[in-house]
């Protein structure tokens, strides 16, 4: 069974430019949800998506933003880079959006670097 | 606002000993679900174990265990005959349900280093 694949897993953009990061979800997992990690803040929630909805966001400005597909997979989009997103961004599925029963499964993310 | 705080930043063991890594948390809620995931040089996250907070039981996976004080809001790990392999980032989080779906608040993770 393949896992959550993202795409690329290295970035290195321009202040200033924007950015797509991509996620496909293990199949059969209809929810995506997207977390910024920093050494400075840790683990951050971004949004979750599910159904093609946006479900919740974190506290994240607007620059950040996303949607989902039919087939569950999922696009992170960032705009007007800042040196401050330099992060690495993983996304996680799971069947419903909760981990309950399963725990949510995490791809190996893509390291952005904003020169 | 839910918290999870891990007060151990850096931690060592020796091959084939035992290390308990802390973790509380803040909620005021009642059923929740919490983790610990491990996050090695490779970069993915993976879910070591879980617990549902409505079960008295400490969960169990093979070497690895919890023990979990829903009282004193306190879900530590521990990792019996430590392996070179469990070197790796140990963040333990908490899930905080949302009006549509949930989401996972982490902690600030503690590194562990197994010795041979």
């Known amino acids: 069974k393949a896992g959550v694949t993202q795409t690329p897993r290295y970035l290195i953009k321009t202040r200033g430019q924007q950015v797509t990061l991509s996620c496909s979800p293990i199949?059969?997992?209809?929810?995506v949800s997207w977390y910024q990690q920093t050494p400075g803040q840790g683990l951050q929630f971004l949004f979750e998506?599910?159904?093609?909805?946006?479900?919740n966001k974190g506290n994240f400005p607007g620059r950040f933003s996303g949607r989902q597909f039919s087939n569950s997979r999922s696009e992170m989009n960032v705009s007007t880079l800042e040196l401050g997103d330099s992060a690495l961004y993983l996304c996680?599925?799971?069947?419903?959006?909760?981990?309950?029963?399963?725990?949510?499964?995490f791809g190996s993310g893509t390291r952005l670097t904003v020169v | 606002a839910q918290t999870v705080t891990q007060s151990q930043p850096e931690m060592s063991v020796q091959e084939a000993e035992t290390v308990t890594l802390s973790c509380t948390y803040d909620?005021?809620?009642?059923?929740?679900?919490l983790f610990w995931y491990k996050q090695p040089p490779s970069r993915q996250m993976i879910l070591v174990i879980r617990?549902?907070?409505?079960?008295?039981q400490n969960a169990t996976e093979n070497r690895f265990s919890v023990n979990f004080q829903k009282a004193a809001k306190s879900f530590s790990l521990k990792i019996s005959d430590s392996q070179l392999g469990d070197t790796a980032m140990y963040f333990c989080?908490?899930?905080?349900?949302?009006?549509?779906?949930?989401?996972?608040?982490f902690g600030a993770g503690t590194i562990l280093r197994v010795k041979s």
């Open positions: 617990q549902e907070a409505y079960k008295q």
């Open positions: 909620t005021s809620e009642s059923n929740y679900y």
């Open positions: 998506y599910f159904s093609e909805t946006q479900r």
């Open positions: 199949s059969g997992h209809r929810s």
């Open positions: 989080a908490f899930e905080t349900l949302m009006e549509y779906g949930n989401k996972l608040v």
């Open positions: 996680a599925s799971s069947p419903t959006g909760t981990g309950g029963n399963y725990g949510y499964t």
